[in-house]
């Protein structure tokens, strides 16, 4: 059974500082990963989406990188502003499934 | 272009009572998603539709939690009777299709449903 798993649950940072955010996974027959960034009170906006195949994907200032064989993933996210503030999802999908890690709580200092 | 569509935002009911959510999906998307987010929690997807058939409901709890898509477009989503621990944000989501290879998924802003 697939388990996705992110540490840290919650995070804060000063404005500008580089950071990561991390994702496991125990099942690497995986057939993309995908970041979703949630806001309070709001629906999942897809971030970045790393197809199997693929190593990373960039956006902005966003990098997200995948190691299938590791189990892991990264969300990179340069230059951190306040508007980042934000819960942050991993999740996986096979068989057409989507499965969540539990999420990163960010929060960006002015 | 019109995204997922959910009401109403929040519902607060007391335990033992029934409440229902309504979804509209993305016009075209044949797929439409049910999820639950328990607070600290990622979603957990509850109910699976193909047009107006389930491809897979095996995390909904069928003794108290229903759901349909007549038509195949919009859906609702009911529990009877709701307990304490139902208390959760419902997520919907359509894609294109979902059978095969991977469609994205686009969520709708969600139902806080508190139970007390």
């Known amino acids: 059974k697939q388990e996705v798993t992110q540490i840290p649950a919650a995070l804060s940072v000063p404005e500008g500082e580089n950071l990561v955010l991390n994702c496991s996974f125990t099942d690497s027959a995986i057939y993309n990963l995908q970041w979703f960034r949630q806001d309070p009170g709001k629906g999942l906006t897809s971030l970045l989406l790393i197809q199997s195949s693929q190593r990373e994907q960039t956006s902005g200032r966003l990098n997200a990188s995948l190691d299938k064989s590791s189990g892991r993933s990264t969300l990179y996210i340069a230059a951190s502003q306040p508007g980042d503030s934000a819960t942050y999802l991993c999740a996986v999908t096979g068989g057409g499934k989507l499965i969540f890690g539990q999420g990163t709580e960010l929060s960006v200092k002015p | 272009e019109a995204g997922v569509a959910q009401s109403p935002r929040y519902k607060i009911i007391e335990k033992r009572q029934s409440v229902a959510f309504w979804c509209n999906p993305i016009?075209?998307?044949?797929?439409l998603y049910w999820y639950q987010q328990i607070l600290g929690q990622g979603p957990k997807l509850l109910i699976q539709f193909q047009n107006n058939g389930v491809v897979d409901d095996s995390q909904l709890p069928k003794d108290r939690f229903s759901a349909e898509r007549l038509k195949g477009v919009d859906s609702t989503l009911k529990i009877q009777p709701a307990k304490l621990e139902d208390s959760a944000v419902y997520l919907c989501?359509?894609?294109?299709?979902?059978?095969?290879?991977?469609?994205?998924?686009?969520f709708g802003p969600g139902t806080r449903l508190t139970v007390l």
């Open positions: 016009s075209g998307h044949a797929t």
């Open positions: 989501a359509s894609s294109l299709s979902g059978l095969s290879s991977y469609n994205e998924q686009f």
